[in-house]
């Protein structure tokens, strides 16, 4: 289990390092959360658009 949770946190430092992320118009502001749904979810879902970062 920690040798999964450590691998979920270097592959997120890996994507953060060398992406940008932003909001996708798609994505509706503020969010809705789904109120029928057991876990946090948002209607429409968060959709967002990649930039690789230049080193």
Known sequence: MRFGIMQTKVGLTA???????????????????????FTLLTTGGIWLDTEKVKN
């Not at 992320?21 to 749904?37: A, D, H, I, Y």
């Open 15 to 37: 994507l953060l390092k060398n992406y940008k992320f932003s909001v996708n118009k798609k994505t509706t502001l503020p969010f809705e959360m789904n109120r029928f749904s």
